[in-house]
């Protein structure tokens, strides 16, 4: 039994060609999908680094598991699912961006619990490698310019190496490895040809590339500044470096899946990235507070030769909070009760397994306030609406069958009031399932929405005490000292 997760940071599905062809060519993750199967409404639970891999590691929301903001460390009590799966007699192996220690971007250079020291290998170990002129080029996109780099310089190719090591040297044992590039983020550094692949290419002019956020949060509308009004008709989104270097760990990921077919071709191999970028897209850049498609939308595929059918897709919504879930049932190991996902499974057979996901953020990061720092959200999709509650500012629904490009806010439209209530009552509930620390009635008290406030002290009665991890005992209530029998208490 053998699982491996590859993952890449900040590719958006548009530049996954077997998604969308738009000219940015993946050749190899579309051979995975050929192969395997293609999610196509798979959805980060926070369009952040840190707070989105947090999930896709616990099975626990960012809110839940602690890692709301980058830079900001695991809760003491939660546990990956190297730790789980370590418990349960798995080899397991880490290679590459963790961002979960609580430390700069480039992480402590240390493994954590659960996973192989020896094969332990975050960015700050790679920067260790390097003399101190070596580092600074490895951060400067002008690295790439005249003679460029070599592609053994690149954070993407010493992880390839190590985890092809890994795969060659276990071939007879059990594990689960994690391939976690840094790439295509930026500086996006990435060797010839890839680096000037791109030059002269810019992605489709996207309808959304013209909005100006008139009907939209105010707060996207100070992320924006000057660029809501920029002249819409000549926006050009050329970012040759970001572009090439998709292509670039693309064909890293090339490299890994040839030993991966000649040593471990009966694995489960699950593809994913932590999000999306803006790229200008409804004047925004990056990533931040808010649930677009360019950046909570991310790519999922997951191949496991005689398991799942080559080449067949689903369509109905996914979530990275179900990756944890779907390795424990494969592993044949209890999914334990604190977990908030579910397994994939059964959509291997077409069957579905979610009605909505969830989407949330924090804030940016904890050294400064960019994006205007703490801008707490909530949203739900359910395959063709989309809610955001932004609690600091004014809120958002979309049609997206209609409305792919996210142009039309109807979140005061008479004709969707039903789905829209709908749908806020989802959250609601969710917050209350998963104990959202930030829950309470300033997220049921909307402008557009005029029944059933529970302005009370007591609110919903639910306490923080929750179904708590199978490692820990039952919770105790705080009135008798006893376990928790239904985790509600009335005051």
């Known amino acids: 039994m053998k699982i491996i997760l590859i993952m890449t940071d900040t590719q958006r599905t548009d530049m996954v060609s077997c998604y969308k062809d738009i000219g940015i060519k993946t050749p190899c993750i579309d051979k995975i999908a050929k192969d395997g199967m293609r999610f196509t409404k798979a959805y980060t639970t926070q369009p952040?680094?840190?707070?989105?891999?947090?999930?896709?590691?616990?099975?626990?929301?960012?809110?839940?598991?602690?890692?709301?903001?980058?830079?900001?460390?695991?809760?003491?009590?939660?546990?990956?699912?190297?730790?789980?799966?370590?418990?349960?007699?798995?080899?397991?192996?880490?290679?590459?961006?963790?961002?979960?220690?609580?430390?700069?971007?480039?992480?402590?250079?240390?493994?954590?619990?659960?996973?192989?020291?020896?094969?332990?290998?975050?960015?700050?170990?790679?920067?260790?490698?390097?003399?101190?002129?070596?580092?600074?080029?490895?951060?400067?996109?002008?690295?790439?310019?005249?003679?460029?780099?070599?592609?053994?310089?690149?954070?993407?190719?010493?992880?390839?190496?190590?985890?092809?090591?890994?795969?060659?040297?276990?071939?007879?044992?059990?594990?689960?490895?994690?391939?976690?590039?840094?790439?295509?983020?930026?500086?996006?550094?990435?060797?010839?040809?890839?680096?000037?692949?791109?030059?002269?290419?810019?992605?489709?002019?996207?309808?959304?590339l013209k909005d100006t956020l008139d009907d939209k949060p105010r707060h996207q509308q100070v992320w924006a500044g000057e660029r809501r009004f920029l002249d819409k008709e000549n926006i050009t989104v050329n970012n040759r470096y970001l572009f090439g270097c998709n292509s670039f760990v693309d064909s890293e990921i090339g490299r890994v899946m040839e030993v991966i077919d000649k040593y471990a071709d009966d694995a489960l191999i699950i593809y994913t990235s932590d999000h999306g970028v803006m790229l200008d897209s409804h004047c925004l850049t990056q990533k931040g507070p808010a649930a677009y498609e360019e950046i909570s939308h991310i790519p999922l595929i997951i191949r496991c030769n005689g398991f799942i059918k080559p080449n067949t897709i689903y369509e109905k919504p996914v979530s990275h909070i179900d990756i944890v879930p779907t390795i424990l049932e494969y592993a044949k190991r209890d999914i334990p009760k604190a977990l908030e996902g579910k397994s994939l499974i059964p959509s291997f057979k077409g069957e579905e397994v979610n009605k909505e996901v969830f989407i949330e953020f924090g804030r940016y990061e904890v050294d400064h306030d960019g994006f205007g720092g703490f801008q707490p959200l909530r949203a739900v999709y359910d395959g063709k609406y989309k809610l955001v509650i932004n609690l600091l500012s004014s809120d958002e629904l979309y049609d997206l069958e209609?409305?792919?490009?996210?142009?039309?806010?109807?979140?005061?439209?008479?004709?969707?009031?039903?789905?829209?209530?709908?749908?806020?009552?989802?959250?609601?509930?969710?917050?209350?399932?998963?104990?959202?620390?930030?829950?309470?009635?300033?997220?049921?008290?909307?402008?557009?929405?005029?029944?059933?406030f529970l302005e009370t002290w007591d609110y919903t009665g639910k306490t923080r005490q929750r179904e708590n991890d199978e490692y820990e005992k039952r919770q105790l209530d705080y009135d008798t000292g006893l376990e928790m029998v239904e985790a509600v208490r009335s005051k």
């Open 48 to 208: 952040v680094c840190g707070p989105a891999r947090s999930a896709i590691f616990t099975g626990l929301f960012p809110h839940s598991n602690g890692v709301f903001a980058n830079s900001i460390a695991l809760a003491q009590n939660v546990k990956t699912i190297g730790q789980r799966l370590k418990d349960n007699g798995i080899h397991t192996a880490y290679v590459g961006k963790w961002h979960l220690d609580g430390s700069d971007y480039f992480g402590l250079g240390r493994s954590p619990d659960g996973w192989d020291e020896n094969y332990w290998y975050d960015m700050r170990n790679y920067l260790e490698e390097l003399s101190p002129e070596d580092r600074v080029k490895s951060r400067k996109k002008s690295s790439m310019d005249g003679d460029g780099i070599k592609r053994e310089f690149t954070y993407a190719n010493r992880c390839s190496n190590k985890a092809i090591d890994f795969i060659k040297n276990h071939s007879d044992t059990d594990y689960m490895l994690v391939i976690s590039y840094d790439e295509p983020h930026g500086p996006s550094l990435c060797p010839k040809p890839y680096s000037s692949m791109y030059k002269d290419f810019a992605i489709p002019k996207y309808e959304n």
């Open 402 to 452: 209609k409305d792919p490009g996210e142009m039309i806010n109807l979140i005061d439209s008479k004709e969707h009031v039903d789905i829209r209530n709908y749908l806020h009552d989802k959250i609601l509930d969710f917050q209350n399932k998963t104990r959202d620390p930030l829950r309470g009635y300033y997220w049921e008290e909307r402008p557009w929405r005029k029944d059933g």
